[in-house]
């Protein structure tokens, strides 16, 4: 009391500015409730005249009011799948060796600290720079096994007669009698069915054409008769051509006649199975499911990493102890006492990483998304549509009746997403209660 | 357990030899410290707590407790872990405000205004009430703006009398001698003994009448812990203090009068001294014979 | 006791004791399943390793290019690469236009979000939290594209329309020098960095307020309640004690969402233009570095070519910048987390 009853006047209005400061927090966080209502007022207002289940069965289409989102809420489905199963168990198994097998040695704790430090600059990166590791990795795979669009393939026959003589064309025309086909290095030529001894169709990614005039043409078929082959020229001449300053990327196109021709070498895709059905392989991957989804993998890897190991760590050390204790190697401790207690925690991680993958456009912007994809995939290595690149698609295009459509497909987005999340909230309920 | 009415101090008159009593030791040393201090003749009483109940949530914590501190003395709070010594100390200052589900009814006047009323100004009656709590918690600031920080939000006040008011407190908590040439660095870097010492000078740096100290001394080495009591020793000159603790030795040497605790419910209150040496509860003589608790 | 009990209850299992081979195969099962998990481990950090290569070497690329330098990389205030002839290629037009935008965004995410960790934190009531805590997780769960379609059809309406209503009083101040006047009376783009910037604050709020909060919620409760013991208000305590002790997670909360909203790329994409230019008047629209990757990588761009190679060296400065921004953040988050471990 003594000491400060002469130094100086009390101060007044602290209530009121208490008061004012509190004023000022909740009207920051009403903001956000203000902004959240209008963004779904204002979709669901837009959105809700294109919503019909007739938008979700029809294929996209250049008439707003035929058009649907089937091949890409498909899509986005495969992505998800593929996505969780890259992300997933290397997500898991990486926060079980962060967590559970704690360095000893100094080597093996600056690795450890390397790591994690690793780890959160990877969440930290932009995922358009995962979009262009996608491509380059995955998709394209370096280059190593040329050409640049290697979804994009010539489909050829290959016939062996029954005198035994292998014949490679472009087939133009089959019926029950007779097969056409064009040979690139000679023209025209029909064979009759009851003569074929064998058939099977190889997939093409590029063609090699040395001309007797001297050029040298690569690239994929743009239309193949007996008189006539037409070339989208792709490859280094296109490379070149850019730098050149023609307009960038465009194919160039080149006409010459089979006659024409001096050398033909073809280049296949490394590639198993038939392009059409479910088991189907090839590398480079292209602008597919699979490079699509794994770099979507990739982006999510580091939550899937973060989650796992905030559910690992709230398993309590004495569980470990005991189980340690009854004998059980590091490996069985953790999964019989580790592992089933922290299941829900890494199953909800996993969950919410997923529907942030579905959310996810910009990596699939480059990693080869296609927007006006007619189907939906039949395997990994196929071309795919995603949700969230449609509605981007959709809001770029200038008619506000587009506008609409984008706004429906949003609301298609976020009924999965609230499908993911409700999943992950019932699995935090049941195993919650569980125990 | 009905509560016992309180015992005011009493000047101390001549009791038989402990030993005679096959009494406690402790009594002696309440005795002889009392006897070093000079007892006082005052009833002032500082806090009137009478027929006071509180509740977390459905659980009672408090029954009928009904309790008076007198002014300029030290108050010492005894009792098993849970008793409800803490409780009590926190509503003197309405600490308990924070806590959710808390709440009391009875009476507890300071200088006699109800400061359970719910219209009392807290932020006022806490610059009245100091605490000092179990573990020393300074701020993240230097060791001057930790003390200078009550003063500042309390008054407007000028520099040079800002600095004479650290330089005070700090005396007053027998710190200034060890921490005067580092005013300005993190008070982080103190000793435990010197952060608690810190936050007691923090606490009298806003001119407080009463200060409550909830085992100030239990997360201290036996050195510092001293150091802590000669200070409440000080202290006492200058405030009335209600101090919580756990260790009865403690409780003899540094306090007036004690109360002791159990299971929420006050059992016995009166001269320290008196309370060592010559308990009429059962309960209270087991408990400070260390039978129990 | 007319059974005795057997000294060890375990006896009878003793003559069954796993094989040694079935031990020895247990041991090469273990190993393999560590194995697994820490290449998985060293995975990540080839993932880094894939990343910084493949940035590098098809960046070394575009340098070698004909037509493509690095002195005017990176001091050209030019940056017309789809020009027929007159190509420039200098970064900085793309470097101020993500600056732009994340200014916006900051200006938007870094207070609110802050006023609202705080109310969540010391002031909200338990059931104003259980509303409160879910909408922001909402909100932070919305996909970016959903911003962008907001930014493009709803927020830049409303701005179009604020600024007219601010073009109103355009005779009013006449008087104003015509250099004044013509800054603050104009047009707003249909394509503009005003209006993304506000949906990437929106959509970085989330990121401050939740790890500020939880950098709020790490203060420990005796710091508050020394604050509260001598006399201060709940203002002083948390405007004066528990902002200032949490300070580092909350800077650290600022760098995360500054580095989210220099990454983002939808919103750019559909709402701030595709035009390069260094501007520092939101209303215009600006190219930024992840809008140009996006705009020439979309779909199936061919490979080659100056262009694609320029999305390289631009993405390779865009992870550049938000991976210093992400190792300060962390630096400072461990940091925190220290001073109260």
Avoid at chain 1, 191 to 218: C, M, N, S, W
Avoid at chain 2, 32 to 37: E, F, L, N, T, V
Avoid at chain 3, 318 to 335: A, D, N, Y
């Amino acid at each position: 009391m003594s000491l400060l009853s002469s130094v100086g006047k009390p101060r007044r209005g602290r209530g009121v500015r208490d008061r004012i400061f509190l004023g000022i927090c909740i009207a920051a966080t009403l903001a956000s409730i203000v902004v959240l209502l209008t963004l779904l007022g204002s979709i669901f207002r837009d959105g809700w005249h294109f919503l019909s289940w007739e938008f979700l069965e029809n294929f996209p289409s250049r008439k707003p009011e035929k058009a649907g989102i089937k091949s890409a809420l498909w899509g986005s489905i495969w992505l998800a799948c593929v996505a969780a199963g890259f992300a997933i168990p290397l997500g898991v198994a990486t926060a079980i060796a962060l967590e559970e097998y704690k360095p000893r040695s100094r080597v093996a704790r600056m690795m450890h600290t390397f790591i994690q430090i690793n780890i959160g600059n990877l969440a930290g990166v932009p995922s358009v720079v995962y979009g262009i590791i996608g491509l380059t990795v995955f998709a394209r795979m370096f280059g190593v096994f040329g050409g640049t669009n290697p979804t994009m393939y010539d489909r050829m026959a290959y016939l062996t007669t029954a005198s035994g003589e292998v014949i490679k064309g472009s087939v133009v025309k089959e019926t029950d009698a007779v097969i056409d086909l064009v040979v690139p290095d000679r023209g025209g030529v029909s064979v009759p069915v009851d003569q074929i001894a064998d058939r099977r169709d190889v997939y093409i990614r590029e063609h090699r054409f040395v001309l007797k005039d001297g050029r040298d043409v690569t690239g994929l078929f743009r239309e193949v008769t007996p008189e006539k082959i037409t070339m989208n020229v792709t490859g280094k001449q296109s490379d070149a051509a850019a730098v050149e300053g023609d307009e960038s990327g465009a194919a160039r196109e080149e006409v010459f006649a089979p006659s024409d021709v001096k050398e033909y070498h073809t280049k296949r895709f490394i590639q198993f199975g038939n392009p059409d059905g479910f088991f189907y392989f090839q590398l480079p991957f292209g602008p597919s499911v699979l490079a699509g989804g794994m770099t979507l993998g990739l982006v999510i890897l580091p939550i899937v990493i973060i989650a796992s190991r905030e559910a690992l760590r709230a398993v309590p050390n004495s569980l470990r102890e005991g189980a340690l204790a009854l004998g059980c190697t590091r490996w069985q401790t953790i999964r019989r006492i580790v592992l089933p207690s922290s299941i829900p925690g890494i199953m909800t991680g996993a969950i919410l990483a997923m529907s942030r993958a579905i959310g996810e456009a910009a990596p699939l912007l480059m990693a080869g998304a296609f927007l006006f994809i007619l189907q939906t995939p039949n395997n990994l290595l196929d071309s795919f549509a995603a949700l969230p690149l449609q509605i981007f698609n959709w809001a770029g295009k200038p008619q506000s009746a587009f506008h609409q459509l984008a706004a429906s497909g949003i609301i298609v987005l976020l009924g999965v997403l609230l499908v993911f999340n409700v999943v992950a909230i019932v699995i935090r309920q049941v195993f919650g209660k569980r125990e | 357990m009905a509560s016992m009415s309180a015992d005011m101090p009493t000047t101390s008159t001549p009791q038989p030899p402990v030993a005679a009593r096959g009494g406690n030791p402790l009594g002696a040393i309440a005795e002889r410290a009392a006897s070093q201090r000079g007892e006082q003749v005052e009833t002032m009483r500082a806090i009137e707590i009478a027929d006071f109940n509180c509740w977390y949530g459905d659980f009672q914590a408090l029954h009928g407790v009904t309790l008076d501190v007198p002014k300029g003395r030290v108050m010492a709070l005894i009792g098993p872990s849970g008793c409800g010594k803490s409780t009590l100390l926190r509503w003197i200052n309405r600490m308990n405000d924070l806590v959710r589900g808390a709440r009391c009814e009875g009476t507890m006047n300071l200088h006699g205004v109800n400061l359970i009323d719910r219209n009392m100004d807290v932020v006022g009656l806490r610059r009245q009430v100091g605490m000092v709590f179990q573990k020393p918690n300074p701020f993240p600031k230097s060791i001057y703006d930790n003390i200078a920080f009550g003063p500042r939000l309390h008054f407007k006040v000028g520099r040079s009398d800002l600095d004479r008011v650290v330089e005070q407190s700090l005396r007053g908590a027998a710190l200034w001698d060890e921490v005067k040439d580092r005013l300005h660095k993190s008070a982080l870097g103190l000793s435990g003994g010197q952060q608690q010492r810190l936050c007691i000078a923090r606490a009298i740096a806003v001119g407080p009448e009463v200060l409550l100290m909830d085992e100030p001394a239990s997360a201290l080495d036996p050195k510092s812990t001293l150091r802590i009591e000669e200070l409440i020793r000080e202290l006492r000159k200058n405030y009335t203090i209600v101090i919580v603790t756990h260790n009865m030795q403690q409780a003899a040497r540094v306090s007036d009068n004690t109360a002791f605790f159990y299971e929420g419910r006050l059992v016995e209150t009166g001269a320290t001294a008196e309370m060592f040496m010559n308990p009429k509860n059962k309960q209270t003589e087991d408990y400070v014979l260390g039978r129990f608790g | 006791m007319d059974t005795p009990i057997p000294p060890n209850p375990a006896a009878r299992f003793v003559g069954s004791v796993r094989s040694p081979g079935v031990i020895r195969a247990r041991w090469w099962v273990e190993r393999g399943i560590v194995g697994f998990l820490f290449a998985s481990a060293a995975l990540t950090i080839l993932v880094t390793f894939a990343i910084v290569g493949v940035l590098l070497v098809e960046s070394r690329k575009f340098f070698l290019l004909p037509g493509a330098s690095v002195t005017e990389f990176f001091t050209s205030g030019r940056w017309s690469p789809l020009l027929g002839g007159d190509k420039h290629f200098g970064v900085w037009p793309l470097i101020c236009g993500t600056g732009l935008v994340t200014v916006v965004a900051a200006a938007i995410a870094l207070p609110l979000g802050l006023m609202t960790a705080v109310y969540l934190s010391e002031y909200a009531p338990r059931r104003a939290r259980a509303v409160l805590k879910p909408i922001l997780e909402v909100l932070a769960g919305i996909p970016t594209v959903v911003y962008g379609y907001f930014a493009l059809t709803f927020i830049t309406p409303l701005m179009q329309k604020v600024q007219g209503f601010v073009n109103g009083f355009s005779e009013t101040f006449a008087f104003l020098p015509s250099s004044v006047h013509g800054v603050v009376f104009r047009e707003l783009d249909s394509y503009n960095a005003l209006s993304a910037g506000l949906a990437i604050g929106v959509m970085t709020l989330p990121i401050v307020c939740s790890v500020s909060e939880d950098a709020l919620q790490a203060v420990p409760r005796s710091l508050r309640e020394g604050a509260y013991a001598v006399g201060g208000t709940r203002f002083d305590v948390s405007a004066k004690v528990v902002v200032p002790a949490a300070l580092s997670g909350i800077v650290a909360s600022y760098l995360l969402a500054i580095a989210r909203a220099v990454g983002e790329t939808m919103i750019v994409a559909l709402a701030a233009g595709g035009l390069a230019q260094m501007t520092a008047d939101p209303r215009n629209q600006v190219q930024t570095m992840t809008g140009w990757m996006a705009q020439i990588l979309f779909g199936d761009a061919a490979a080659g070519g100056l262009e694609y190679y320029s999305t390289y060296v631009v993405g390779a400065t865009l992870f550049f910048i938000t991976l210093v921004l992400t190792i300060i953040g962390q630096v400072v988050l461990v940091r925190y987390r220290e001073e109260y471990a």
